[in-house]
């Protein structure tokens, strides 16, 4: 490698370290895609056991303007759960959209309440029983909403935790204890990369063709 080609590296390493931290972390058109791992509760039970469920997905966020957001995650969950007679596990595939509010978008730490919409397909299966079906598989509509918390150790990069109450349309989940829907609290952890609009870009060069001259 060239002294000169080291020289670019660093000059464009030295230009992203200083002139990022001036376009705010959820400017406008950036767009982060990342992983997402998620922990949820059944709440409602009724005389149902049902265990923690764990499942993960891909996510993506972009900023429609600053201070608006959108969010949408894909994603596989499970959950297990015991009645007197038999032990069901329901796997459920969930895409989902969020439009957030992001309270300090310039800052490291970015607080943003939210609301959510998700279209499911759940499938509950009897395990004592071999796998056949519990009940009907069926698809589902939920709603959420809570408060997030995105970190950003620099402006490519951000880690989220996303708490969301979650009503489903359904009482099969867990098993129809009642005649109520079924709802329950999950607990998102997502790492996401950010690719930049063409605002950004175009300074990055400009400020490097300076830096050259």
Known sequence: ?????????????????????????????????????????????????ASP??????????????GIGIRSKFSLNQIKW??????VKTDFMSLNFYLSGDLMPNSNLNVFPFIGIGFVSYDPKDEISGGRPAYESSFDTHFSSGVGLDYFPNEFWSVTLMPEYV??????YNGPADTGKDSFLRINIQARYYFFNQSFITKLLETLRSRKK
Do not use: C
Request: glycine fraction near 14%.
């Open 1 to 49: 490698m060239s002294i000169s080609s080291i020289r670019l590296y660093i000059s464009i390493f030295l230009i992203i370290l200083f002139v990022a931290p001036v376009v705010g972390q959820t400017k406008y058109g950036k767009l982060g895609v990342g992983v997402d791992f998620s922990m949820l509760q059944i709440l409602g039970a009724g005389s149902v056991n």
């Open 53 to 66: 469920g764990f499942g993960g997905g891909i996510n993506m966020s972009v900023s429609v303007i600053e």
């Open 82 to 87: 015991d009645t007197e007679d038999k032990s």
């Open 167 to 172: 009503i489903t349309g359904s009482r099969y």
